[in-house]
């Protein structure tokens, strides 16, 4: 059973950091591209970052309204993603979902974690 | 970037409806479009893949279509766990885009 474990969200002040993680199980972590997907209090969602999987390299691509403060990251060996989240601003506010892409290339996002809340405040 | 805008934004319906969401693209996706369902306080869940494709374990009640600039995603006879947010998201390029999202009310 495929599972997505996400952690690391809580209360930070604007231009702080924060780190999240997504730990994964019951599939084959290394071969398939994972995402974060976030969506703020009442709004749709937004994805934020990918990274594809062994076989390409682990490529990273970002969303404009994060692009230079976050950063992704996989752990391979630990089955684990990451998002390092730097210079946080009220707007990064947001449940930040960490996803897997579907078997198919490219797919959708066939599972999901449950979520880990970022509170960007003073 | 490639915007997605689905349309209606609100939807009322009763069980039984037969009821049509339809999302659009600013420039061609081929068939690289996904559908979700989310409840409150729930993650997404993955509905139907390359506009039409049904992902494993959803009810056939669900279908898509469409190629290009222009999809829908239909449920043929409403049930009361169909009531939800659906999502549209293109995966044809990066940065992913979601619509904006489509609210399945009870009528």
């Known amino acids: 059973e495929v599972q997505l474990l996400e952690s690391g969200g809580g209360l930070v002040q604007p231009g702080g950091s924060l780190r999240l993680s997504c730990a994964a199980s019951?599939?084959?972590?290394?071969?398939?591209?994972m995402s974060w997907v976030r969506q703020a209090p009442g709004k749709g969602l937004e994805w934020v970052s990918a990274?594809?999987?062994?076989?390409?390299?682990?490529?990273?691509y970002y969303a404009d309204s994060v692009k230079g403060r976050f950063a992704i990251s996989r752990d391979n060996s630990k089955h684990t993603l990451y998002l390092q989240m730097n210079s946080l601003r009220a707007e990064d506010t947001a449940v930040y979902y960490c996803?897997?892409?579907?078997?198919?290339?490219?797919?959708?996002?066939?599972?999901w974690g449950q979520g880990t809340v970022v509170i960007v405040s003073s | 970037d490639i915007q997605m805008t689905q349309s209606p934004s609100t939807l009322s319906a009763s069980v039984g409806d037969r009821v049509t969401i339809t999302c659009r693209a600013s420039?061609?996706?081929?068939?690289?479009l996904a559908w979700y369902q989310q409840k409150p306080g729930k993650a997404p869940k993955f509905l139907i893949y390359?506009?039409?494709s049904l992902e494993s374990g959803v009810p056939s009640r669900f279908s898509g279509s469409g190629s290009e600039t222009e999809f829908t995603l239909t449920i043929s006879s409403l049930q009361a766990d169909d009531f939800a947010t659906y999502y549209c998201?293109?995966?044809?390029?990066?940065?992913?885009?979601f619509g904006q999202g489509t609210k399945l009310e009870i009528k």
């Open positions: 996803a897997k892409r579907g078997s198919g290339s490219p797919s959708g996002f066939d599972f």
């Open positions: 019951g599939f084959t972590f290394s071969i398939y591209a």
């Open positions: 990274i594809s999987g062994i076989a390409t390299g682990g490529t990273t």
């Open positions: 420039q061609s996706i081929s068939s690289w």
């Open positions: 390359k506009a039409s």
């Open positions: 998201q293109q995966y044809h390029s990066f940065p992913y885009t």
